[in-house]
């Protein structure tokens, strides 16, 4: 006889997951160790190096987010987004998109707001956020309510386009008022299950669901960080949870997909997300080696004279500049003639500053003329 397979919430007892704590003590153990350690070390930074970490976790963290969905945001438009809305210089930054910004305010609603209820209307702003015009792409979609699956089923699918693949096929539209009334009276009980565990259950019961059109996985990240900020017991955020799923997306797409089709022990599940979030905590070193670095290389120049341009540019290299820095890119991102842009380079040479790369002529490329640790966004 064929076993028919049932999704998840078909099962009788959902959502009533269970899971083996024996399984899950010992990275759960080391994971909360790991967060008291971060926590502690940047406590130690000093209030404007902690304040320079948090951007750079944010910015880090819309832009993975974003990306898991295939969704590319421009880098510094993400950053002049979140300097506005923390208070920080936003000079030589360009203006940021509708849809960054709706992007932002969803994540910094989550995480500076994350000891408030969450609430239907709540969701129904974020989701709103994310899809100012209406629109996912090209296509008119259901924003600020839930699906009606007005097209067909909602199929749960990850890769590109013409070559989806289908994880499973959520609950019926008319199923999920009732399912996320449960989900948000859960969500907000207090106490009622170790917090590491609760934002890896949460994800996993959203994602089910996929109550929205669109804009599901960021907003399940968005309530991950929420409530890990609520695990930290704090809004400021070191470390990059959709940047770590971002870099394991497959896995992610695979348990996700075992789990969704299984019965309802989610210790494999569980197990994955607390593995993910292990590597995501070690992975913040990386992003504090940036920030110590910048500040090491702005107080070795303290007294060196630069225009803004000069200025602007240091910064992008010392954030990670993609690709080859020229004269011509530097002319452009600047706004400035090709021979301003070529005398600022020069004189960021003779400073010790810039190193030419390239062999010389149009091929003649730039780079910091010391090596300094850089994050990829």
């Known amino acids: ?16 997951f269970t899971w083996d704590n024996d399984i899950l003590l010992p990275t759960l153990s080391s994971v909360r160790n790991l967060q008291v350690k971060l926590l502690g070390k940047m406590e130690n930074l000093g209030f404007d190096l902690r304040n320079e970490a948090v951007f750079e976790t944010l910015t880090i963290d819309v832009i993975k987010s974003s990306e898991i969905e295939g969704e590319i945001l421009n880098p510094d438009q993400v950053r002049s987004s979140i300097a506005k809305r923390l208070g920080m210089d936003i000079s030589g930054l360009p203006d940021s998109d509708r849809n960054v910004d709706g992007m932002v305010d969803l994540m910094m609603d989550a995480v500076h707001n994350y000891d408030k209820p969450l609430t239907t209307e709540r969701l129904f702003d974020w989701h709103s956020a994310l899809f100012p015009t209406g629109r996912s792409g090209l296509q008119k979609i259901t924003v600020g309510n839930w699906r009606n699956d007005a097209t067909g089923p909602m199929l749960v699918v990850s890769g590109p386009l ?23 009276e859960w969500f907000n009980l ?13 994800h996993l019961w959203f994602v089910t669901i996929h109550p929205f059109d669109d804009g ?3 907003i399940a990240r968005a309530l991950t960080d929420m409530l890990l900020a609520r695990s930290d017991g704090s809004p400021q955020r070191f470390y990059s949870m959709s940047s770590q799923i971002r870099l394991q997306r497959k896995g992610y797409y695979d348990i996700l997909e075992q789990t969704t089709k299984g019965d309802l022990d989610v210790t494999g599940w569980l197990s994955w997300f607390i593995d993910c979030l292990f590597n ?16 090491e290389f702005w107080k070795r120049h ?17 954030n990670g ?26 004189d960021l040479i003779g400073k010790n500053i810039l190193m030419k790369e390239g062999s010389g002529g149009r091929s003649a490329s730039y780079g910091l003329n010391n090596t300094y640790a850089k994050i990829r966004i």
Request: glycine share 4%.
């Open 280 to 295: 995501a905590l070690n992975s913040s070193d990386f992003i504090l080696s940036n920030v110590l670095n910048k500040a």
């Open 216 to 218: 599901n996985g960021r």
């Open 321 to 346: 500049f993609v690709g080859k820095l020229t004269t011509s890119k530097w002319a452009k991102l600047t706004k400035c003639s090709q021979d301003t842009a070529l005398r600022d380079i020069q």
């Open 1 to 16: 006889m064929r076993r028919i397979i049932l999704n998840s919430y078909q099962n009788k007892n959902w959502p009533e």
């Open 302 to 318: 303290t007294s060196t004279i630069l225009n803004y341009r000069q200025q602007l540019m240091i910064n992008k290299l010392l």
């Open 162 to 184: 013409g070559k989806e693949r289908v994880h499973f096929q959520a609950p019926d539209s008319s199923q999920v008022p009732a399912e996320m009334e449960k989900f948000i």
């Open 190 to 202: 207090p106490g009622n299950i170790e917090p590491v565990l609760k934002a890896g259950l949460a």
